[in-house]
């Protein structure tokens, strides 16, 4: 046992020196400032809405008018090619002009997609960042919690020597020491699950800071913030929540879209103007065309009716998110409040003074003041104890974070 607490604590010892050499610790505000510079599903977003921006100078250009030739190849004269002074060729120049508004209304649909396209970011960021901030505040918590497992272990390992010594003279029972150590593997199982969660931490705020290096958060004091009402919560996140945004931006782009396809109803017409050398009744012909399709049969009508259709379906997708977000922020600010109501309690019942009550009944119990059960019972339920305070601190603090999440926006 003396070996494995041995090499256990000089791998801890190596583990920390390797870290320091490769790390960077970070407050959230400079991790949110990395982030906000070299997450790569940011930067990808950001391009998107650059493609959008172009295809909204695209939609504003005009079509290009159109050239035609038609030469003459072989004829009753036998010769081929004559397109000389006697020959025969033939020019066209044509332009399509767009009736009905088409181009300013695809131009204005456009620059729908556009903001929905911006807005998409935005969702984008508001979730990424608070996958961040959540990795970032377990990973603190599942560091401290480590922390005081591997304190109380040292403790612990300290009785398991000192009992096996007094055993081997059988002054003390075997059974105790064994006991202590049955504790002591219970005790490191935990530490090591809280290990887990703060790697599982770690490989978060790795990927989304796009580093290698280790991430260390420092942690900083927290005592809370006045919590809006309900209902100002709820207008908040009806005006700064972008997935909500982009409904009302979808349901803009159908009634555009609606529009356009009533004015596609209306036929464009192309105007020309062409020159014959020699193939009209009369040699050098100039001439001005113009022409237009004839609405008979299709006016457009399936597409209209879709259009209209469109628009029903992107309104009741907007009334659903509405309705989505108003569930989100009541969940949520429950949630918030049980938690701090929780912790407030943890806050009588688990204070600052305990720790040093923790190393007092140590030491009483290494100088014989205290059964065995007497120890065990103390030092189970202040693991227990100290347990649940951190959880409980650390569901606080995701739980404002949650709230701010379904808000859309920083409640400070």
Do not use: H
Not at 296 to 316: T, W
């Amino acid at each position: 046992m003396k070996f494995f607490a041995s090499l256990f604590l000089c791998l801890t010892v190596t583990c920390a020196s390797a870290q320091q050499a490769d790390s960077i610790v970070v407050t959230i505000q400079q991790a949110e400032e990395i982030f906000l510079k070299k997450n790569l599903l940011l930067l990808a977003s950001r391009y998107q809405v650059d493609a959008a921006k172009a295809n909204e100078i695209q939609e504003k250009l005009y079509p290009n008018p159109t050239f035609s030739t038609d030469l003459a190849t072989y004829g009753d004269n036998r010769k081929w090619f004559d397109i000389g002074r006697r020959g025969q060729k033939q020019f066209g120049l044509d332009q399509l002009i767009i009736l009905a508004g088409k181009r300013n209304k695809r131009v204005q649909l456009a620059r729908e997609q556009t903001r929905e396209t911006d807005l998409a970011f935005y969702d984008l960021l508001r979730t990424l960042k608070y996958e961040l901030r959540a990795s970032f505040y377990t990973q603190v918590y599942a560091t401290e919690l480590a922390t005081q497992y591997t304190e109380q272990l040292q403790w612990l390992q300290q009785l398991i020597n000192s009992y096996e010594q007094e055993a081997n003279r059988r002054n003390v029972s075997l059974k105790d020491a064994v006991r202590l150590k049955s504790e002591y593997i219970q005790l490191s199982a935990d530490r090591n699950a809280v290990i887990m969660d703060a790697l599982n931490a770690q490989q978060t705020l790795q990927l989304l800071l796009d580093t290698s290096v280790n991430v260390m958060p420092s942690k900083e004091e927290w005592a809370g913030r006045p919590l809006p009402s309900r209902e100002t919560l709820l207008e908040t996140a009806k005006k700064e929540r972008a997935d909500l945004r982009m409904k009302y931006s979808q349901v803009k782009q159908e009634e555009l879209n609606y529009r356009l396809q009533k004015a596609m109803a209306v036929p464009d017409v192309t105007v020309g103007a062409g020159y014959d050398q020699d193939g009209n009744y009369v040699s050098n012909f100039y001439s001005l065309r113009a022409s237009i399709d004839l609405p008979f049969f299709n006016r457009n009508q399936g597409q209209i009716k879709q259009a209209k259709a469109q628009i029903r379906v992107a309104g009741l997708e907007k009334d659903y998110k509405e309705l989505t977000i108003e569930k989100e922020i009541a969940g949520s600010y429950a949630r918030l409040l049980e938690a701090e109501k929780e912790y407030q309690f943890s806050q009588t019942g688990f204070n600052k003074d305990f720790p040093a009550v923790n190393r007092s009944v140590i030491e009483n119990f290494n100088k014989g003041n205290m059964s065995m059960l007497e120890f065990m019972d103390f030092f189970q339920n202040y693991n227990t104890a100290m347990r649940q305070v951190n959880e409980l601190r650390k569901q606080r603090r995701l739980a404002w974070e949650e709230l701010e999440y379904v808000t859309g926006a920083s409640l400070d």
